[in-house]
């Protein structure tokens, strides 16, 4: 519905996802808008809703189909790649559909042919395995089956080198930049193009994360900094308790599938035992070497990095406050959550602190940024703890030289409106319970305008001067 807003006519507008009839009548109406729009199958269901819906409104659809392809990429990203995806449809399903159009005389609505391998493809190998194995799906469809095909969606994919190795060898990182991306896929739809005799399709994707890490990142305000006191347990105590820890592996499998079962699930645990104390063992060590201080923020690390939290996404993170002075302490972040798992020691590197300055409020107000945070942070944000999101403000460059100026800025959700998701009535349920309570004990006066404040200001702190660090 956005793009029926916004978009030019004869603008491409891939639906792609799971369709109802109403989605689908809406894409067909879109068309006869004047938007070049493409509805996609994802199921072969859905065919037949297009059919009926195309029928019901005579308006005729352009179709693109999603290719559940073979080819996977590794890590989280990669988890519902593959055969055994959860969308699109296997070749030969593709080569069903277009029968089916065949049979009813409509091959010529089929024009597009998408494919998404996941997020954060780690190399360009696999970026053109993927285009190649597509392209060769593509080509069938014009060769065998008389599909006058046009378009070939390679999805989305294009990755951020968040922790900048170029490795590809995590989640974290991509072995490649726009260029070499670029060039894969139109390499690997040429080859199998000319090498079928098939005109070359025209080649769309669907890249989001890369459209938009760039364009935002959080800034965390510090609260205070804290020395963190030591794990009581000295180095060779812990290593005392790993080595007795490691000499009682597990003992190895009963046979079949459940004892196999049960024998990994028990080495998992052990592993995540050993882990553990192998984390303490670090910290402990690092400690001894450099106190490490505690950074509480003014932060929800549920609802501004979700994705830290949630898959154990790494954002690179630095100060941006006091750059021209070398930063003295090494430090975690703590959140103000209730929640044990609001902190982040976890940083760009495999390091468990960020080096930061001791705060001075002569100085002003501290500032931590995670940076590359726009795909999709402040979109995620949720309600943990009734923090919720931040407040936007938007920026724009006004010249090479690092000028900007600020656009807007729209202060975050007020705990009024969180506490009114949670569906209470906060007239009703809030504001007069502690109106008539405080004005029968006589604190009315001073209750007011603390109540309309805490209701109508964010739920962050407000107003908080950080002490010194000592
Ligand atoms: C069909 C489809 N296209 C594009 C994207 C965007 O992917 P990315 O952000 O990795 O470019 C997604 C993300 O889930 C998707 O499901």
Redesign the pocket.
Known sequence: MSCLTKAKPGAYLVC??YKDADYVALALSARAMGLNAIIVLEMEEELDIVIEQSNKLGIEPVIGV?AKLLTKIPGH?GSTAGKHGK?GLLAEKIYEVAEKLKEIGKLHWLKLL?F?V????PTTEIVYNAASEAAGIYCELVNKYGAEMATLDC?????IDYDGTRSGSSDMSVAYGLEQYASSIVQAVRLKCEYNDVPHPVLC????????SHHSMIILEALSAIPEPQDEDTPEQLLGKIQDLSSKQPRAAVSGAAGMYSHAADLKKHGIEMYKLAKKLSKRVAGDANTIYNYHMNLSVFSLVPDFWGIGQLFPMMPVSRLDEKPTLMGTLVDITCDSDGKIEKFIGGGETLPLHPLDPELGGYYVAALLSG?YQEALACKHNLFSGPTLVRVKSTGSDGAFEIVSVELGPTAEEVIGTMRYNVEEDISSVIEELAKKTEVWATVEPLMTKGLTTMPYLNEYKPPKTT
């Open positions: 792609n996802g999603r990203f969308f998408h998404h996941g997020s954060m493809i999805g989305g994919g294009l990755g994707t669907e890249s989001g994360r890369a459209m938009v795909a």
